[in-house]
């Protein structure tokens, strides 16, 4: 079998800096086209300005990346399913949990693999501090998310629309890390998201987990932070303190630091071409789920306009 021809959908900040790099530096993967209504694309690879009419022309692909907003997901991967693709989504995996549900449905009845990409799972120091939580006794947790959004999201409009979860974009990431790297269930508890008094989506978050032992996780996001970032996970444990930076590359454990180079979107394409491989999905919404209840559950709190 030759390598999986892919088309990349949506090409914009994270297309150009992460997919298509990753996707280049893996013999599984060929770059078979890109899709975009504004960007003009890579030379000498074919462009479309809608996945509609990439599927309608003559080009052969076997597996489409969509790298759109989440609002724009759904119909995007279903069109895909129809024609027997296999689907790699962005996170978060859709704008709702109910589209995803269908999403998995749909991969099921059409053969093909589905995989919700988490990239945050995959830094360098997520899989060892997974290992190491395994079997201890975690007394107390604490996320501390705080970045500028003017930086890292400039003129993204999406992202302050419904289903662009504001500041849930990049504490979604979190939550993907610790639903991973956590041995016992968590939800949770009592939040409240701050929501400038012109957008519809939060700018501020505080939350209360706990975990089916009672152990308390706090969740602090905050999308104001100039100057030094934050992405911070510190876990207390019976044996010491284990600490996760910059989003889960710097690794800190008891008397000793491991950093590695990044390889998130290496390791998200490894993934995915074993996922095809084995003909096997990969589909998890909890990090999805708890932001879903936070929405949910939260108590909203208005406060001052945010401009760009
Ligand atoms: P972006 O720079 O705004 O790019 C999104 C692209 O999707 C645009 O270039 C746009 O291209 C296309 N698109 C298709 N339908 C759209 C719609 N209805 N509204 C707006 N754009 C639409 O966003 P991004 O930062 O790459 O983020 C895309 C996804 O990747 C998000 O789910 C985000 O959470 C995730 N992600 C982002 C980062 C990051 O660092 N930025 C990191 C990891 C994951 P055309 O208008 O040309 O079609």
Redesign the pocket.
């Known amino acids: 079998m030759g390598p999986i021809r892919i088309a990349v959908v949506?090409?914009?900040?994270?297309?150009h800096d992460q997919h298509l790099p990753a996707i280049a530096g893996n013999p599984a993967f060929t770059l078979a086209a890109t899709v975009?209504?504004?960007?003009s694309g890579v030379d000498g690879v074919p462009h479309f300005h809608t996945l509609q009419a990439l599927v309608d022309s003559d080009v052969a692909i076997d597996a489409v990346a969509l790298?759109?907003?989440?609002?724009?997901r759904y119909d995007l991967a279903a069109l895909a399913l129809d024609k027997g693709l296999h689907v790699f989504l962005?996170?978060?995996p859709g704008a709702t949990l109910a589209e995803v549900d269908a999403l998995v449905a749909h991969a099921a009845k059409a053969g093909t693999t589905l995989f919700a990409s988490w990239?945050s799972r995959y830094a360098a120091g997520v899989a060892s501090a997974r290992a190491w939580l395994a079997d201890r006794q975690i007394t107390g947790v604490k996320v501390i998310w705080r970045e500028d959004v003017r930086v890292?999201h400039p003129g993204?409009a999406?992202i302050w629309e419904p289903g662009g979860l504001g500041v849930f974009?990049p504490g979604i990431n979190a939550l993907s890390i610790i639903t991973h790297i956590l041995p016992d269930p968590f939800f949770l508890a009592e939040a409240t998201l701050e929501v400038p008094e012109n957008r519809a989506a939060p700018i501020a978050a505080d939350l209360h987990f706990r975990d089916s032992r009672g152990t308390a996780i706090h969740m602090d996001l905050d999308w104001r932070q100039t100057g030094p970032q934050s992405w911070d996970i510190v876990v207390e444990t019976a044996d010491g303190t284990l600490r996760l930076a910059n989003g889960g590359a710097v690794l800190t454990l008891p008397g000793e630091t491991l950093r590695h180079d990044d390889h998130e979107y290496p390791g998200l394409y490894a993934r995915f071409a074993d996922l095809v491989a084995q003909g096997q999905s990969d589909v998890d919404t909890r990090p999805l789920t708890l932001v879903a209840d936070a929405f949910l559950r939260g108590k909203r709190l208005v406060t001052d306009a945010f401009f760009d």
């Open positions: 949506g090409m914009g900040k994270i297309a975009s209504r504004s960007d790298c759109t907003p989440p609002q724009a962005e996170k978060p990239h890292w993204q999406w974009d």
